[in-house]
């Protein structure tokens, strides 16, 4: 069964770092755009960050570029997110997404399938 599965959140003091890793089946990782999203209460979910089937593009909102970065490994069938310089404002369930392979980023949750979970953040001040 095709599956993701989110770790890595916690709770963290503002400025501080965290790294989000999102472990897939193959059949799903390989192929596939794979994408971060988060929820934070009382609102829509949004996009954070994701990476091209090829692994030669990402793409950022523009509320975390220069703070997160996407990555994966293949052979982990994993992908990451790196965030820095956390804000109380990055509160929010973070989940990983796939979906169908494509040559630039896609925004639009509707262009992924496959969801995990998600995981908890929490941002202190």
């Known amino acids: 069964q095709e599956q993701l599965t989110e770790s890595g959140g916690g709770v963290v003091q503002a400025g501080g770092s965290l790294k989000l890793s999102c472990t897939t089946s193959?059949?799903?990782?390989?192929?596939?755009?794979l994408a971060w999203f988060r929820q934070a209460p009382g609102k829509e979910r949004e996009f954070v960050a994701g990476i091209i089937w090829a692994g030669t593009a990402t793409d950022y909102a523009e509320s975390v570029k220069g703070r997160f970065a996407i990555s994966r490994d293949v052979a982990k069938r994993s992908v990451f997110l790196q965030m820095d310089s956390l804000k109380p404002e990055d509160t929010a369930l973070y989940y990983c997404?796939?979906?169908?392979?494509?040559?630039?980023?896609?925004?639009?949750?509707?262009?992924?399938?496959?969801w995990g979970q998600g995981t908890q953040v929490t941002v202190s001040s």
């Open positions: 997404a796939a979906g169908r392979p494509n040559l630039v980023v896609v925004f639009d949750q509707k262009a992924y399938a496959l």
């Open positions: 193959v059949h799903n990782f390989i192929g596939n755009n």
